[in-house]
């Protein structure tokens, strides 16, 4: 069976995640969506919630699992027995980060885990979950860039931090 992990923060998911994900759940057999739990970071979702919106955002689509993960990812793949992890490229500055990294996963997996990147689709080459943050932030309107039952669940996080 051909595997593969889609790592991430997805915080929040947009059309962009959704993009790579059904691209690669037709390339596999099965596809791991699998966003990272970070103590560091003070994210907007929790991990649970994340796991819900991806959950209820890929319901359609049958070989698309959601899980969650903490520590190095080649631990995590080398725990679900997978070889292969997936990022979106959506431009020339994502490049340098993701080459690093994924020479590092390289490294650290002793060759046994390579990273395939999918060019994410021009129509959302620009977008990212820190622009629809900011563009919340500022009241604007973020429905062309999410599903439309997720914009509620931001609105009404940034409603709570306003309070
Ligand atoms: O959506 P993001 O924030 O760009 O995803 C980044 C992610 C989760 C793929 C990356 O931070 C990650 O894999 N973190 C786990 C720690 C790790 O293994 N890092 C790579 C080796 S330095």
Redesign the pocket.
């Known amino acids: 069976m051909k595997q593969a992990i889609y ?5 929040p998911m947009t059309y962009g995640h959704l993009d790579v994900i059904k691209r690669a759940s037709r390339m596999f057999d099965k596809l791991t969506v699998s966003v ?1 739990n ?1 103590d560091a970071k003070s994210p907007l979702f929790s991990v649970d919630e994340r796991v819900k919106i991806l959950k209820e955002a890929t319901k359609d689509i049958k070989n698309v699992e959601i899980d969650s ?1 903490s ?5 995590y793949c080398r725990e679900k027995d997978v070889h292969i ?1 997936i ?1 979106g490229l959506r431009a020339i500055t994502d490049f340098e980060y993701e080459l690093q ?1 994924a020479q ?2 390289r490294k ?1 997996s002793d060759d046994e885990v390579d990273t395939i990147f999918l060019t994410t689709s021009l129509e959302y080459s620009y977008l990212s ?1 820190s622009s629809v943050k900011t563009i919340i932030s500022f009241g604007g309107d973020i429905s062309q860039f999410v599903p439309e039952f997720e914009v509620p669940l931001i609105n009404a996080k940034y409603s709570e931090k306003r309070k």
């Open positions: 790592p991430g923060s997805f915080d990272l970070n993960f520590g190095l990812l080649v631990d992890i990022r990294t590092t996963n650290l979950s």
